[in-house]
């Protein structure tokens, strides 16, 4: 490094010891020439110093840089643009893999000339890629993309629109948005439109006084109101009635309703979140949903992938699941059952999945998921192997990758993928990989 740049590096490396979040500097041949206190508490393992080290090494335990791994490298974009570049990664910690939310910035010398990088790396903890009982688990292509976009949308209060198959976990997906965002220490408020008709909705949404109908013994507080300060999350918002949108979307623009019977005003601020596993788009061609509405709930729209587009999640749903079903001591699943579980289509996404297990498990006196405890639609992939759904070719193709750049032994790799020796070796057999 010229010597030109080495009081500028000095007063960097000064100026990021009192940074919070963790933070690396890097030269441009992706080595570690500075790393605060925060990242070496965070990241650092003792006895292992990363200085001189590698990033890609330290973070991934790549021999190569990560684009030559199949991942997104934003050192290599940022030495194109001169720009600021953001990404997330799963990397290794102390703690086992974990998402990383990597932003990195290139530090210009006095030529205009990028001759060193600033990585600060923020660990997301509403997701893991290891088993858990209470948050979103995965670290499959699909599932990481819409945990790029949660991320992005969750410190602005922009609408968010989560779109996907029934059961694919978009009140899971919407509670960690609302831990994600400013408004984590208000009340996340959850108003289910399924079944509601309209008299039913609008008292349950914006509340009534006493005396307002038959039955109206009380003065109620609304959902709308009981948000105030927090997020209101309206779930499966295509089955609103019609003749209720009009009132919602006055609510969503002012944050202003009056309760069912009362003359006053009431104003409640809250962050809105809608999903719903309806096509809207086509619904407001047909005239059941208003397109000003639309519009207005789908500024940050989110798609939540279908179980079977994120096939390599199985193994750690599964764990994560019999966690949450048998929290003392969860069943394990042996091999067979394991393997016909991962070829399953699940039509009914994660909800599905999770009522197989909850059934499987009344059937493992032992503490053991065997095939025969699963349902006939799930062993019948053992007799009609014709009807067993391929796996994507991407995922062969990204296997097949790590093992060719991966210089490390099969149970480094196995760390790497996030998966058991045993279930690396079983999906090795089933892409037909020696």
């Known amino acids: 490094m010229p010597s030109s740049r080495t009081p500028h590096m000095q ?84 703690r086992g893999p974990e998402h990383v939310d990597v932003e990195l910035r290139p530090i210009l010398d006095d030529r205009g000339e990028v001759f060193a990088y600033v990585e600060r790396l923020t660990s997301v903890t509403v997701a893991s890629v290891q088993p858990q009982k209470n948050i979103l688990v995965g ?3 699909a599932f990481n993309d819409a945990l790029i976009a949660l991320q992005r949308a969750a410190p602005a209060q922009i609408p968010v629109l989560l779109q996907g198959e029934s059961g694919t976990g978009k009140e899971l997906f919407a509670r960690a948005l609302h831990v994600s965002s400013p408004r984590a220490n208000g009340p996340l408020v959850v108003v289910d439109c399924t ?21 109206a013994l009380q003065r109620k507080i609304g959902l709308a109101e009981a948000a105030h300060g927090g997020t209101l999350f309206l779930d499966e918002i295509g089955e609103v009635p019609l003749a209720m949108q009009v009132k919602l979307l006055r609510l969503i623009e002012s944050g202003s309703f009056r ?15 809608a999903a719903t596993h309806k096509p809207l788009k086509e619904m407001v061609a047909a005239g059941s949903f208003r397109q000003d509405l639309y519009y207005r709930i789908s500024a940050f729209p989110v798609r939540l992938p279908a ?16 966690q949450r079903l048998a929290p003392g001591t969860p069943p394990r699943v042996d091999e067979q059952a394991m393997n016909l579980l991962c070829l399953y289509a699940y039509p009914g996404n994660i909800r599905e999945l999770r009522n197989i297990l909850e059934r499987a498990r009344l059937f493992a006196d032992d503490g053991l998921i065997r095939a025969e ?44 993928l996030g998966l058991s020796e045993r279930t690396l070796y079983r999906r090795l057999k089933a892409l037909g990989i020696r």
């Not at 609008?202 to 038959?214: D, M, V």
């Not at 309760?259 to 979140?273: A, E, I, M, Y």
């Not at 991407?394 to 480094?412: C, D, I, M, P, Y």
């Open 373 to 416: 405890h699963l349902p006939a639609e799930v062993r019948g992939q053992a007799e009609a192997p014709s009807l067993m759904r391929p796996r994507k070719r991407s995922e062969l193709e990204q296997l097949a990758h790590a093992l060719e750049v991966f210089k490390g032994s099969r149970s480094e790799l196995a760390v790497e």
């Open 259 to 273: 309760p069912v019977g009362s003359l006053r005003t009431v104003h409640s601020d809250f962050r809105l979140v």
């Open 139 to 141: 670290r499959s292509a």
């Open 11 to 94: 007063a960097l490396v000064s100026y990021l010891e009192h940074d919070g979040l963790p933070t690396i500097v890097l030269d441009t041949e992706y080595n570690i020439i500075a790393a605060n206190t925060a990242y070496q508490r965070q990241f650092g393992v003792e006895g292992k110093p990363h200085i001189g080290a590698k990033c890609h090494r330290v973070s991934h335990q790549y021999a190569v840089p990560c684009d030559q791994a199949g991942e997104l490298c934003p050192m290599r974009k940022a030495h194109e643009t001169g720009a600021p570049e953001r990404v997330l990664h799963i990397h290794h910690t102390p």
């Open 195 to 215: 079944g509601l008709t309209e008299s039913l909705f609008e008292s349950e949404l914006f509340g009534y006084e006493k005396g307002a109908f038959t039955g």
């Open 307 to 322: 179980l079977r587009e994120r096939s390599e999640d199985l193994p750690l749903l599964i764990d994560s699941l019999l």
